[in-house]
Structures are given as C-alpha cells and as structure tokens.
C-alpha cells in the first residue's frame, strides 16, 4: 500500500499546481459563485457553480480537467507554457462567466436586486493567478517578462470593465453611485503615498548616513525608530491630534496652512514616523556592502569624503535603499486605510463608510484599489530594482 502510495505521488509531476487545483475543487464545493440578494439592505442567498452551469457554459469551465492533466506531465518548457496558457484561460472564463451571469440574475435596469461576487471566485481566481505566476517563475528570471505574463493574464478585467460587461454587479453598481467620491478618495490616497514617501526620503536619507558614520549614534537611533514601530497606529493618530490641536490654536497661521488635530497633518507625521525604521536600515545595510576596495580607489584619485558618498557609495547602495523604500510604500498604502479614521481621506473613508452600513461591495470598493495600488508600487520597485542590478552586470 505504502508503495503504491509512493508510485501515485511520483507520477505527479507539478505539486504546486496540484495543490492549487485541489483548493479549487474545494472552494467550488464549499463556496458559492456568485450571491443573489433582493436589495442592498439584505444578505443574499449563494449561487454555485450548478446552478450557473448549462448550454455552452460548460467550454468556459473547461481549463479545469485541462489543468489537472498537465500537473502529470514533465515540467519543460511547453508544458509550463501550457499551464501559464490554461491558467489564464481558466481566469479569463472565470470573469465571462461571472459577467454572463450577472447579468441575468439582476434583471433589468430598473432591478433592485443586487448580485455579488462569492467566496469560490476570490479564491478561484486567485489561484488560477498563482498557477500562471508559478509557470512564468520557472520559465524566465526576467522581471520585465514577468511583469508582461502578469498584464496578459489579467487582461479580461480592464476589458470587461471598460465594455461595461460587469457593470451589473453590486460592486460596480457601488462604484457607479460614488464615482466622484472613488476619485477622490484615489488623489487622496496617492497624495498620502507620495508625500509620506518624499518626507521619508528627505529625512531617512541623512539619518541612515549619520548612522553609518558613527556607530555611538546608531544604537539610540534604532532604539527610538523602534519604539516608535511598536506603537499601534491608531494610538500614534490619536497621539498626535492633542499637540497639533494646540499648536494650530497658538499659531492660527499653522491652521491656515492645514496643519490641525485631525486631517492630513498627523496621518502624514504618523506614516513618515513609521516609515523611517525601515528607510534607515536600508540606507545603513546598503552603504556598509560597499565593497571598502572601491572606496581606497576613490581616495586614491583624489576625491573628498563627500564626493566619495555622492558619487560612489550611494549609487553603489541604490538597490538596497530602493528595497528599503518599497516596503516603505507599500506599508504606508495600507497604514493610510487607518489614516481615514482622523479625516485624512482615501480609500479608508470608504472602507469604513461600508463597515459601519454593512455593505460588504461597498467595503470591497475602498479594499480592491488598495490591494491593487500595493501590488503595483511593489512590481514598480522591483522592476527599477531589477533594472538597475542589471545595468551593472
């Protein structure tokens, strides 16, 4: 028995994408695809995948045994391209027939019933990316290729949004009746990324120097950088709404400028306080690789201690500091959902509006632009990263 066992698991050849069908058979099973409820104001009953199911709708579901089969096949080449292949046709499916479908369980226009997406397509769906990410890694260490398997799986979404296909949707129909307040919430959340991002720089910047330079100072520095990581967000909002209060009421000209209690002031103090443990780390692990040969060779010709740092140990750290700055943003466009709790804005404001209503789409339409902003400043500094590495070599 035990041999036989043994013999089974030999013949699979991708575990991984075995594993990810598995959870999908799972999630089909346990999850509905799609829930249907009479009005926004009440819970909706669950749709599953038989109930979706009939005429030609079984082709867009066909990917599934196709998948299944290759995990027994050799991991070359073709077969992984096969795989990337299915597992966005599996994707793409997936969205047609989630659109299909919605359009006929919400009726006309003048319907109030509201149809949202399950549990089976989150997870369906994000596994079926996982396939495709797992074949594109083994296929090519090339982050910009990586990068452009990526667009082409997920194509299906920006063209179906754009045809209005999805527009029947609970989401999109949330999205449709705040598109004005979704935009700005958007400004908002990109002002608080670049602005926490360009203050960090400025100040981790000459800290990291400073504590690369003289080790008595880089102690106590970590120390309080620290303390201050270990402080939950909330409190430091609250923390900072009593000091600038007070210091908007002594000197009314701060008020004019914005600075105040609550606001964008001490979401914005909060996240660049936060930021700065880990910006500073980097900048210090990224100036001490610096290979010390390089830098007898600069001495050598004749350069100042200043023109060395300028011109041979920051370029020489770059990589490492752009590391540091991509946790950076993508920790502040998750800490900046919080910052909506003291008037700061963004997709906070949205996320907390559908929470207090209990309007899960509602919800979802201040969580899925954040995922997805973080995603992308994430992809962005490993490109540039990457390139750069690249550059060198």
């Not at 705040?178 to 990109?190: C, E, P, S, T, Y």
Request: hydrophobic share 60%; charged share 10%.
């Amino acid at each position: 028995m035990r041999d036989k066992t043994i013999g089974n698991l030999v013949l699979v050849k991708n575990r991984v994408v075995l594993t990810l069908w598995l959870l999908m058979m799972l999630a089909l099973w346990q999850m509905p695809l799609l829930t249907q409820a009479a009005n926004r104001l009440v819970s909706g009953s669950g749709v599953p995948l038989g109930e979706i199911i009939h005429g030609y709708a079984w082709i867009l579901i066909l990917p599934f045994p196709v998948l299944f089969l290759l995990c027994f096949c050799p991991q070359n080449r073709s077969s992984l391209w096969l795989i990337y292949l299915i597992s966005g046709a599996l994707f793409a499916g997936l969205i047609l027939l989630i659109a299909w479908q919605s359009h006929l369980l919400a009726g006309d226009e003048d319907s109030l019933v509201r149809v949202s997406l399950g549990g089976a397509f989150w997870l369906i769906g994000a596994l079926a990316l996982l396939c495709g990410a797992d074949a594109v890694s083994r296929l090519t260490k090339s982050s910009g290729l990586r990068i452009l398997a990526a667009l082409l799986i997920l194509a299906p979404v920006p063209i179906l949004l754009l045809s209005g296909a999805l527009d029947t949707l609970s989401l999109m129909k949330e999205y449709a009746n705040r598109d004005d307040v979704f935009n700005q919430a958007l400004g908002q959340h990109l002002a608080l990324l670049l602005s926490t991002l360009s203050f960090a720089l400025i100040i981790g910047i000459p800290l990291g120097i400073l504590a690369a330079r003289r080790e008595s100072w880089r102690k106590p520095m970590f120390s309080v950088l620290n303390i201050i990581q270990t402080i939950p967000s909330i409190a430091l909002f609250g923390l900072l709404i009593a000091p600038l209060a007070g210091l908007a009421q002594a000197w009314p000209w701060l008020g004019e400028l914005g600075i105040s209690g609550i606001g964008v002031a001490p979401a914005l103090i909060a996240l660049v306080l936060y930021a700065l443990l880990p910006l500073v780390r980097s900048v210090v692990a990224g100036l001490e690789q610096v290979p010390s040969p390089v830098i007898e060779a600069a001495r050598g010709v004749g350069m100042t201690r200043a023109q060395i740092l300028r011109k041979v140990e920051l370029p020489l750290a770059l990589p490492v500091v752009l590391s540091g700055a991509r946790i950076v943003a993508v920790q502040t466009v998750g800490m900046a959902v919080i910052a909506a709790l003291i008037g700061a804005g963004g997709f906070g404001a949205i996320v907390f509006q559908g929470l207090l209503s209990s309007a899960l789409d509602l919800v979802l339409l201040g969580v899925i632009p954040v995922v997805v902003m973080a995603v992308t400043v994430d992809t962005l500094f490993k490109f540039l990263v990457s390139r750069i590495e690249a550059a060198r070599q």
